[in-house]
């Protein structure tokens, strides 16, 4: 059975400090990995991550994927109260139909 | 540029009554259409995803049904409310191709009492 897992399942900072958010996953026949940002509402798109050691980036924003190791990481540098949110990462493969197998996200709150 | 609608936002239904959320995408044609439940504590679980107008995949065996009467219009039923229905319910669309990036709705917050 394909598998996401998202770490930290929750995390406190301070404005300014540096987080890496974690992914794992066991998908077979792997394609693709996306990130999103979940506030109150719908979960918006950051990042999709197909190729090894790529890294993307988006303003303090970024991310990487290691398919050798089956993971990914997303960074936010400089930390702001706006980046409180769920971050929430899925992956897609063609044994997973048109469906994104999602984890169940990071919470992220980003104190003054 | 592509947007997506739900309604409503919010919903309050008593068990056993029928449910109805719609979805709407502007902006594209032919795209793949998707229904995603959200539980407190779970991760997002597809429900259905349609590829064209009337053609529907279910993936979770349930007492809901999707419809898509039209190239942009998605819709999610049911004839009699569970209150393991409460939770978030989410649309997306995304291009033709299997594996693009999912963009989503605001979302349906459904309470079932």
């Known amino acids: 059975e394909d598998k996401v897992v998202q770490s930290p399942l929750s995390l406190v900072v301070h404005e300014g400090d540096t987080v890496t958010l974690n992914c794992s996953y066991e998908v077979t026949n792997f394609r693709s990995l996306l990130w999103y940002k979940q506030e109150k509402k719908a979960p918006t798109f950051l990042f999709m991550l197909t190729s090894s050691g790529i890294e993307k980036k988006s303003g303090r924003l970024s991310s990487i994927l290691d398919k050798k190791e089956l993971f990914s990481i997303l960074n936010i540098t400089a930390t702001q109260t706006g980046d409180s949110a769920v971050y929430l990462c899925a992956v897609g493969g063609p044994n997973s139909g048109y469906a994104l197998n999602f984890g169940k996200g990071t919470s992220l709150l980003v104190t003054p | 540029s592509q947007t997506i609608h739900q309604w409503p936002a919010t919903l309050v239904q008593p068990v056993g009554s029928p449910l109805s959320l719609e979805c709407t995408v502007e902006g594209t044609s032919n795209p793949n259409l998707y229904w995603y439940r959200q539980a407190a504590g779970r991760g997002l679980q597809l429900l259905f995803y349609?590829?064209?107008?009337?053609?529907i995949s279910s993936e979770v065996p349930q007492n809901l049904s999707a419809s898509r009467p039209q190239d942009r219009q998605f819709i999610l039923s049911s004839k009699k409310l569970l209150l393991s229905d409460s939770g978030f319910y989410l649309c997306?669309?995304?291009?033709?191709?299997?594996?693009?990036?999912?963009?989503f709705g605001p979302g349906t917050r459904l309470l079932v009492l």
């Open positions: 997306a669309w995304s291009g033709q191709r299997r594996f693009e990036t999912q963009y």
């Open positions: 349609s590829v064209g107008i009337g053609q």
